[in-house]
């Protein structure tokens, strides 16, 4: 499966920003790439309209494409069951190249960690005299032949005889949970046989006697046979021990595969470890990721639409590996380590680009689709209406119109009554409902837009506004801060904005005693085209 591609418009997400990740992303998934659309903030009314009208569903939040520790290349898979051998823990290391292994239960839950230090721990040490794992486990792991078994577990203590048979039945005492490991002596066996020992292992031969294996099947007594010799099934016996039978340490907390690498960093600079156990928000074991992983990121990649800033797009941006820019703004500050397709025209709408690019690769988009190109154009040229509006955007228009079966200028007033409505919305929603963050010159600039039928039920509340305006402006430190509230139908906006933005104002747009935090813009409708532009040069 190919890997995601992310899409998506700028923060504080407006109707074209939108739809143009949903519609590229369809473009894209129809010449089999593999693109997901997503916002990255809460949809306005506008928005709402136009996607409930067209039944699309709203696009995933996306909180942010900061490496993850899913994005390294870590060791997929790389555990063991606890029901695994510790000779299968030493052939999985060998085989690969780790020091430590990740252990879990059936249901992968994650256990704890092995370092290579804790099974050579095990094997040099010579007090370790214990034996839990299977019978079959043990036919594997010393060549042994199935003589007699009364039992699939085995659990008990290791008993090696280097005896001579009257000093082994004076000085060793049997048990039941008992497992002698022997070469063929007659007496000694007998002996363990009559004691009803757990399991007898004969070294050096794979045959018996038939009085001895009848007495054994009298006492229920298992026996593997194995042609090996005693020194190497004294030496391998204890490989073939379950991993569960030995101390399985936590010594390396499990890191979960959302961590960020910039976190995990920071943690890994304190622990020092060299291997560390991958798993999911379930504790379920994934895989063992090595710090030496680190270096070899898969950066999330990402198509950034309708901006071309790192401050307008997500978090964790300059982490992602950015393989394509679609806009209509002024180029930014946005830079790449290789070459990427960027396409940047002088048009009202990403959407009208969007569309061309449909033209161009000779795909017809289905109605909805159609749609929410439209509604993204008709929303940023107020229906052709700003002066932003070019020849691709009115003829754009008329085809997309004529695919999607709509009355585009009947259709524009719903998406205009619903972007107007205030209805259970604070002051502060309706400032930031669409709004651009921006420097110039160093100077912090924020500026709100919100089209309405008719502003003069906001101007009833002007002080309220002008309060959370001077309390947002101060709060995020902006020296420049203004909301426009854009009459659709009369082509003109009222600019509010807090007290240090006043003498820019007055400069830009003259020296009139009644615009003090407040004045009417007659023919500005565009804060792309009209107003920034004017900021633009008048703080150069």
């Given at each position: ?5 992310y899409a998506f418009g700028h923060k504080n997400p407006d109707t074209d920003s939108v739809c143009s990740a949903i519609t590229l992303a ?344 159609a749609g929410l190109m439209l509604s993204g154009i008709i929303s940023d040229t107020l229906m052709l209406h700003s002066p932003t509006t ?151």
């Amino acid at each position: 499966m190919k890997d995601n591609i992310y899409a998506f418009g700028h923060k504080n997400p407006d109707t074209d920003s939108v739809c143009s990740a949903i519609t590229l992303a369809y473009l894209k998934n129809s010449r089999k790439m593999h693109v997901t659309p997503y916002i990255l903030g809460e949809i306005n009314n506008e928005t709402k309209y136009v996607l409930n009208y067209f039944k699309v569903n709203k696009p995933l939040y996306l909180n942010d494409v900061k490496l993850q520790i899913s994005d390294l290349n870590y060791k997929k898979d790389c555990f063991l069951i606890d029901n695994n051998t510790l000779n299968d823990l030493y052939l999985f290391m060998q085989k690969e190249n780790i020091t430590g292994v990740p252990i879990c239960r059936s249901n992968k839950e994650y256990l704890g960690m092995i370092t290579i230090k804790d099974l050579l721990k095990v094997i040099i040490d010579s007090k370790y005299d214990s034996l839990h794992t299977s019978y079959d486990n043990l036919l594997s792991i010393i060549n042994g032949k199935e003589i007699l078994r009364f039992a699939n577990e085995i659990k008990g203590k290791i008993i090696l005889s280097a005896y001579r048979s009257k000093d082994f039945i004076e000085n060793i005492h049997l048990t039941h949970d008992s497992i002698l490991v022997i070469g063929n002596r007659y007496n000694t066996i007998i002996e363990a046989i009559m004691a009803k020992i757990k399991l007898i292992i004969i070294v050096g031969t794979n045959t018996i006697s038939e009085e001895v294996i009848e007495l054994a099947k009298k006492n229920k007594v298992s026996i593997i046979t194995s042609n090996e010799e005693l020194l190497y099934v004294s030496r391998i016996l204890i490989l073939s021990n379950y991993i569960k039978s030995i101390v399985i340490k936590d010594n390396a907390n499990p890191i979960d595969e959302k961590m960020y690498v910039n976190d995990f960093l920071t943690y890994a600079n304190k622990c020092h470890f060299t291997n560390y156990p991958v798993v999911d928000k379930k504790k379920r074991v994934l895989g063992l990721l090595r710090i030496e992983d680190v270096n070899t990121p898969n950066k999330k990649k990402v198509i950034m639409l309708d901006h071309n800033e790192y401050f307008q797009s997500v978090d964790g941006i300059e982490e992602a590996d950015i393989i394509e820019i679609i806009d209509h703004h002024k180029i930014g500050n946005i830079n790449s380590s290789s070459p990427i397709n960027f396409r940047n025209m002088a048009v009202g709408s990403t959407n009208t680009i969007i569309y061309e690019m449909y033209k161009e690769n000779k795909v017809k988009p289905p109605k909805n689709i159609a749609g929410l190109m439209l509604s993204g154009i008709i929303s940023d040229t107020l229906m052709l209406h700003s002066p932003t509006t070019t020849n691709y955007d009115i003829q754009a228009v008329e085809e997309l119109s004529k695919i999607a079966k709509i009355d585009p200028v009947k259709y524009s007033k719903g998406m205009f009554s619903a972007a107007a409505s205030i209805k259970g919305k604070t002051i502060e929603e309706l400032i930031y409902n669409d709004f651009k963050s921006f420097n110039i010159n160093n100077r912090k600039i924020g500026i709100g837009q919100m089209p309405v039928i008719n502003y003069e039920k906001i101007l009833k509340d002007k002080n309220k506004y002008l309060d959370v305006i001077e309390k947002v402006s101060k709060e995020h430190d902006y020296d420049i801060f203004a909301f426009c509230i854009t009459d659709i139908i009369n082509n003109n906006t009222y600019l509010l904005y807090n007290k240090n933005s006043e003498n820019v104002f007055r400069s830009v747009f003259g020296n009139n005693s009644e615009m003090y935090e407040g004045f009417k813009l007659d023919g500005i409708v565009s804060r792309k085209k009209q107003l920034i532009p004017k900021l633009m040069d008048e703080l150069k």
